[in-house]
C-alpha cells in the first residue's frame, strides 16, 4: 500500500541549531516527493520536490532533503533554525501519472530562543 | 500571477445545511484537486478534476459530497446535509496541463468548514 510516514509528531529544537525532519514513504513505482510547510491557519507551501537526478535537493528559505532509495527516506534538514520556521511539515508522495499525492500526518516544529 | 484562489476562507454552517467551496485555480492550470484536512491529521485527497471531467474521486465520501469544474467558472466542492463530522479545512490545489515540472501541486489558502 502506499503511504508516507512521519514518525515525529513533534519537534523542538533551538534557534540555530540544525534540524532533520523524518519521512519514510512506501510506493511502488518511481517516487515524486515533496516537502510542504504550514503555518496556522494557513495553507500549505512548496518547500521542495524531487523528480530525478542528484538526490540532494535544495528548497527555498535553506532548507534541503536528500533522497535515499535504499531507505525509501526523504528527510527535510536545515543548517540552521530561525524562529520564523515553526510550522508544521509534511512531507508527500506522487506519481508523475497520478493525480494526486499522499502525505504524512505531519511534523510540528517549535523553535525556542 | 494569482495562486490558487479559494472561498470563503471561514464557513459556519448549522447540521443539514449545504456548504460549497469554490475554488479558481492558476493561471493556466486546467486540473484541480480537493483535499480535506481533519484537526491532527494530514491532508487527505478527495478528487482530482479537470474541466467538466471528474478524473479520479476515489477519496470522496460515497454520500453528501459531489464536486465539479465547468467549461467556464471556478471548481465547486458541495456538502449536502452537513454534519459535526464535516468540520474541517477543505484545500484545493491545482496543476498545469502539460506536467512540465512532474506533479507538483501547488495548494490554495484553504476553506475552514465549522459545523455547528
Known amino acids: 500500500a502506499q503511504s508516507v510516514t512521519q514518525p515525529d509528531i513533534h519537534i523542538t529544537v533551538s534557534e540555530g541549531a540544525s534540524l532533520e525532519l523524518r519521512c519514510n514513504y512506501s510506493?511502488?513505482?518511481?517516487?515524486?516527493l515533496f516537502w510542504y510547510v504550514q503555518s496556522p491557519g494557513q495553507g500549505l507551501q512548496l518547500l521542495l520536490k524531487?523528480?530525478?537526478?542528484?538526490?540532494l535537493v535544495q528548497g527555498i528559505k535553506g532548507f534541503e532533503a536528500e533522497f535515499k532509495r535504499s531507505q525509501s527516506s526523504f528527510n527535510l534538514r536545515k543548517p540552521s533554525v530561525h524562529w520564523s520556521d515553526a510550522a508544521e511539515y509534511f512531507c508527500?508522495?506522487?506519481?508523475?501519472?497520478?493525480?494526486?499525492?499522499?502525505f504524512g500526518k505531519g511534523t510540528k516544529l517549535s523553535v525556542k530562543p | 500571477n494569482a495562486g490558487v484562489m479559494q472561498n470563503p476562507r471561514h464557513l459556519v454552517r448549522r447540521r443539514g445545511q449545504e456548504a460549497r467551496l469554490r475554488c479558481s485555480p492558476m493561471?493556466?492550470?486546467?486540473?484541480v484537486y480537493w483535499y480535506r484536512q481533519l484537526p491532527e491529521e494530514g491532508l487527505k485527497f478527495m478528487v482530482y478534476?479537470?474541466?467538466?471531467?471528474?478524473?479520479?474521486e476515489s477519496g470522496m465520501p460515497k454520500e453528501r459530497f459531489s464536486a465539479e469544474f465547468p467549461k467556464e467558472g471556478p471548481s465547486i466542492l458541495r456538502i449536502q446535509q452537513v454534519v459535526r463530522g464535516d468540520s474541517a479545512a477543505y484545500f484545493c490545489?491545482?496543476?498545469?496541463?502539460?506536467?512540465?515540472?512532474?506533479?507538483?501541486?501547488?495548494f490554495g489558502e484553504g476553506s475552514w468548514l465549522t459545523v455547528v
Open positions: 478534476l479537470q474541466k467538466e471531467n471528474i478524473i479520479d
Open positions: 524531487y523528480f530525478s537526478g542528484d538526490t
Open positions: 510506493y511502488g513505482a518511481t517516487p515524486y
Open positions: 508527500a508522495v506522487g506519481g508523475g501519472s497520478q493525480g494526486n499525492l499522499i
Open positions: 490545489a491545482s496543476s498545469p496541463m502539460d506536467r512540465g515540472d512532474g506533479n507538483t501541486i501547488y
Open positions: 493561471k493556466g492550470h486546467s486540473h
